[in-house]
């Protein structure tokens, strides 16, 4: 313990003894920078220290001891090299280095490859998805659920170093989703389609100001090798239920054209226990009654997923490109329930069985258009233009019987329709000014429309009668206009980035009426600035000091508004609020980075109208819970993380972090409400390296209790999994074996306070799962031929901020 905090103390401390600076630009064979590639200063064949080649492809050394000195650098997809030596003498102080790419068979994801699972950058948490042995055969959700700060409450609510509110983006579109169709759509994703996770607790001005927690972007699967090359992939699983899931990968890229086609097919059952114990007081708290609500879902998910693009180079300075994209999910379950009233003395009043059969089928198509053009050497700029629809049903059969003599069955069956179309375009500019700086403008217009309607019928006397208390018919549309300005600098070991953000929003909403119900309209209008900064100071060659602070805002969404009534249960629904304000927040971030071993970080955030889950109560409804959204006030959270990546051995790389929030909530519905809690979430990953053919992998976490919203309390969860790669045929291949949630210990389990009640629950899904994995890779990788491609190869559609 003592060795731990004195290297603790030590990492926290800068280095002395300057002698020289140098800095090394690392180049891809285009001339273009090469970001993440890996630079060793050597002196007498040992390594001295270590950095990492940033956006424009600058690796700094800030004091090299005495004497003659070199650099190795490695860098993903390129062959090693060292450069010539140098002297304190030769009074260089800067020189570049050219990489050149392999020539030899497509080798670039054998699992020999010591990529880590999770990297910290700047301004992000990186996970790569491959390197992980227990991702395989995973959902995009369960891979989420395991990665540092990143929490997946029962509602699919995602949280991010423990604040709610995260905006979803895939390859740098938003999914412009949230709640259950996110959730239907990410835990229906295979972890094969995803080739990194990005992380971003305090994004740039660059990005979308929406997302209160900040911003995960999930990168799929492209490769930019030359020539024709993919994989195909191939996943069983077995855990209560059997599961299969397929992919194939196609790249060809040759002179002025680069194309690629994906496709990905998963099968699967699932399985969902839930229990509720829900407790009415009365007057001085005493039980007058018991609701205890076993349910049981099972149920098939299908999902089709194709993707494919073209990029043409127009000429060696402009691209052209064109993405197309489309998803099928088709979801067919059952549930079965049971609703046991018991009176105080615990004495079974009544018990009702309950029935729903669901069938679901979520659409989504897409269009993307992008030009790419480097105006000269120092300048470019990119155009989008994106079109995204979805179309969402959902037919729901609910059978209620009272289980006794006499009872009743209460057949009752809805139709919920959902039509999402959005509209984007956006353009950025960027210039490089010459003291290692750039300059970055951009707009953004998006339009979104939305028609959700949800029809009700109740079977009385031998004939379905529509029910307009509940059936409903929602319209939505917003705007939303955006510009930001953004400038970066680096002057000696000191760097920083300013930026500002003007985000406008309107919307209109419609209710339509029926003969029993009135149409009713709303609209808002409101338009505020987002600044964002970071200041860096780099006191040495290991150790980088970074403060961030950032404003961000969360938008309620069309189903949060719509304020009809929709059946959870027979004893609870869940309505909408028309009145709901956007949530702001206040981050800031102060981070110290210990070569690329240690990183700390101390966090502060204030959320203003924060948004919270709401429990009510309707006279109308006897005996209905309701659940909604709300603003609550105020909410302060101050983290505290601590992240490590070693290797103990040249076989064995640990990669681990702790993340302890304060959370306190604080608001007014009806009553004042005031909760806070400590919770502390930790995440391990340990990779292994046995012999030349095989990798292992031991990795978990755990959560302690947790809270998202101001009257529920999550109590603590976690899971450990295991997995075995072996590569075969030539390393072309990869055979993966492991097991998730060995122990089956991941619940998801809470208390929930009610007015007027409490309800204890437990989640328990098909999460230990025995998973077997195939992956053949083919085709060859050329050297490629030097010429000016611009920025075209290094524009990325998200992530220059």
Do not use: C
Not at 778 to 788: A, I, M, P, S
């Amino acid at each position: 313990m003592t060795r731990t905090l004195l290297f603790f103390l030590l990492a926290l401390l800068p280095t002395g003894g300057f002698a020289q600076q140098f800095t090394l630009i690392v180049v891809k064979e285009n001339a273009q920078p090469a970001d993440g590639a890996t630079v060793k200063l050597m002196q007498a064949n040992r390594q001295v220290s270590l950095s990492v080649s940033n956006a424009h492809g600058r690796a700094r050394f800030q004091s090299i001891p005495q004497g003659a000195f070199s650099f190795s650098v490695t860098y993903t997809g390129y062959q090693p090299q060292i450069t010539r030596s140098y002297t304190i003498a030769d009074n260089i102080k800067q020189d570049t280095i050219r990489m050149q790419p392999l020539s030899t068979e497509l080798k670039e994801v054998s699992i020999t490859a010591k990529t880590p699972p999770v990297e910290v950058k700047q301004g992000k948490v990186i996970v790569n998805v491959d390197a992980s042995v227990t991702n395989v055969g995973a959902t995009v959700l369960e891979v989420l659920e395991k990665s540092p700060g990143v929490m997946v409450d029962r509602n699919g609510g995602i949280s991010l170093q423990g604040k709610p509110g995260v905006l979803v983006m895939i390859d740098g579109k938003p999914t412009y989703l949230s709640g259950a169709d996110l959730n239907n759509l990410l835990s229906s994703m295979s972890s094969t389609q995803v080739a990194q996770i990005e992380l971003i607790a305090n994004p740039t001005a660059r990005y979308d100001a929406n997302g209160n927690a900040g911003i995960i972007n999930i990168k799929t699967k492209k490769n930019r090798q030359k020539g024709f090359n993919g994989s195909v992939s191939a996943t069983v699983a077995q855990g209560v239920y059997f599961k299969t899931n397929n992919t194939l990968t196609l790249n060809y890229r040759e002179g002025r054209i680069s194309t690629f086609f994906n496709y990905n097919i998963s099968d699967q059952k699932y399985l969902t226990n839930l229990y509720a114990l829900r407790k009415y007081t009365g007057a001085g708290g005493v039980t007058t009654s018991t609701l205890e609500q076993p349910s049981h879902f099972t149920g098939t998910l299908l999902n089709n997923t194709a993707k494919a693009g073209l990029d043409y180079d127009v000429s060696p300075k402009t691209t052209v490109g064109i993405m197309l994209g489309g998803t099928m999910i088709h979801r067919k379950g059952n549930n079965t329930a049971s609703a046991r009233w018991l009176n105080p003395a615990g004495t079974a009043d009544s018990v009702i069985a309950t029935d729903n059969a669901n069938n679901s089928r979520f659409k989504n198509g897409q269009v993307s258009l992008n030009l790419r053009h480097a105006i000269s050497k120092s300048q470019d700029i990119s155009a989008d233009a994106d079109w995204l629809h979805y179309d969402i049903t959902s037919d729901q059969n609910f059978n209620n019987r009272l289980q006794t003599t006499g009872g009743y069955n209460e057949l009752t069956r809805a139709k919920i329709t959902t039509g999402i179309t959005i509209f984007t375009g956006k353009a950025d500019y960027t210039l490089k000014t010459n003291d290692d700086g750039q300059i970055q403008l951009g707009w953004k217009s998006a339009h979104s429309s939305t028609d959700n309607s949800a029809g009700y019928q109740n079977f009385v006397s031998g004939q379905w009668t529509d029910d307009l208390t509940r059936s409903n018919h929602f319209i939505y549309s917003e705007n939303i206009h955006a510009a930001y300005a953004l400038l970066e600098r680096k002057h000696k070991a000191i760097g920083y980035q300013v930026g500002l953000r003007y985000e406008h929003t309107d919307y209109h909403a419609r209710q339509m009426g029926n003969a029993l119900q009135k149409d009713s309209a709303f609209s808002r209008n409101y338009g505020s600035f987002f600044p964002s900064s970071y200041f860096s100071y780099q006191a040495d060659t290991a150790n980088n000091f970074t403060f961030t602070v950032s404003r961000r805002i969360d938008r309620p969404v069309y189903q949060t508004l719509n304020p009809f009534y929709f059946i959870i249960n027979k004893y609870t629904y869940q309505t909408g609020n028309p009145y709901i304000l956007p949530q702001y927040s206040w981050n800031l971030e102060l981070s110290h980075q210990y070569k690329n071993l240690l990183t700390t970080t101390v966090s502060y955030s204030n959320i203003s109208n924060y948004f919270s889950q709401i429990f009510l109560s309707d006279p109308a409804y006897a005996g209905i819970l309701l659940y909604t959204q709300g603003n609550v006030g105020h909410t302060y959270i101050i983290g505290v993380s601590e992240a490590i990546t070693a290797s103990p051995t040249n076989w064995w790389t640990l990669t681990a972090q702790a993340l302890y929030n304060y959370k306190k909530l604080s608001g007014f519905n009806g009553n004042h409400y005031t909760s806070d809690i400590n919770q502390l979430n930790l995440n391990a990953s340990n990779q292994f390296t046995i012999g030349k053919r095989f990798t292992g992998e031991l990795s978990g976490f755990y959560t302690t209790r947790a809270r998202n919203d101001v009257q529920e309390r999550l109590y603590p969860t976690g899971q450990m999994s295991a997995g075995l790669g072996m590569s075969v045929f030539k390393k072309k291949a990869t055979l993966k074996l492991s097991m998730r949630d060995i122990f089956y210990t991941n619940a998801m389990e809470g208390l929930t306070q009610f007015p007027n009640a409490t309800e204890y629950f437990k989640i328990k899904r098909d999460s230990r799962v025995v998973v077997l994995a195939f992956t053949y890779r083919f085709g060859k990788t050329y050297k490629t031929v030097k010429r000016d491609n611009g920025a075209a190869d290094e524009m990325q559609r998200v992530g220059n901020g």
